[in-house]
């Protein structure tokens, strides 16, 4: 027996999530009502597309910027969407701000790992394989990624802790931004000024 | 007979340039009670020290930042100038936001001529040289220099016309307000976005 889906359930449904009528609908009947469960689907199927989202074009989207309270650091940030429409969505530019405030906070230098130099990732693996001198040969490669992989989460900003839900990495929350809006989204490019610095 | 200086005439004076007591009170002495000449000798005596100020150190400053409405261009600055007094200063803060508007406005690619990359100069000159080529070699460096300026007029913040008073240059106000405050100001850094560009 499955419990009745009303309208108003739909709709609360698609407010929370920004999925489509059709969507929201199936996913309350596969969820048994529990709109919760109901959104636990959807991002799951999301989830699923963003990959395939992540190759169409990005041409619309927001500039936005922070000034730290007495104009001492600042940010501006381009994050690219494929409509006009997503980027005067209120998630949308609430995701923007977010970041903002994430890099005013946090001084990333890079947007992904890929923008590392070379040399940059090259003198950190030294360092790490440095310091495990006397570790156990099976040990070391671990150790050493491990190293790495804290290296990204500082300096790259879709690897970093989300400030805002430490529990989430950037990352995830630009997925879920994604999987929301149904739409491919970019974070472009960013620059943080810190006064004399 | 010299008109009497009130208190009120000095302070008045004060709000509207910035500069020290005695200097407004003498400048108004000196123009007779006249506020507007006594502005116009304040201005001269600032701007006679504006190069020795160059050279002093400043750390401190504003960043500031100025969104298009649509989000669709963005405008982060530094100006630094030597005390944070300064830098809360009505008058500097509307220097700095000036800036903003007229870096979003014409989209220079540097703060000064020094900036420019000596390649891009020389293909400037290049140019130049090839559209004047059969006109008297006289007049051929006059020329040239002429298209450089212009050139320059385009892409150096401090070079172009300022767009709040088109008869004045960035750098004009720039030593405006240098005399006004009495401190050495630096446009530090800047950068554009323009959305998809």
Redesign the interface.
Known sequence: MSAPISAQMVNELRGRTGAGLMDCKKALVEANGNSEEAITILRKKGAASAAKKAERTT?????????HVG????????V?CETDFV?RNDGFKTFVRDLCLQIAATSPLYVSRDQVPEADLAKEREIALAQVVGKPPAAVQKIVEGKLERFYSTVCLVDQSFVKVPEKTVKDVLTEAIAKTGENIQIR?F?R????S
């Not at 041409?59 to 936005?64: D, N, P, S, V």
């Not at 104009?71 to 381009?78: A, R, S």
């Open positions: 041409k619309e989207g927001l500039i936005e910027s922070y000034i104009g001492k650091v600042g940010v501006l940030i381009e690219n980027a490019r620059v000024f810190q006064l004399g």
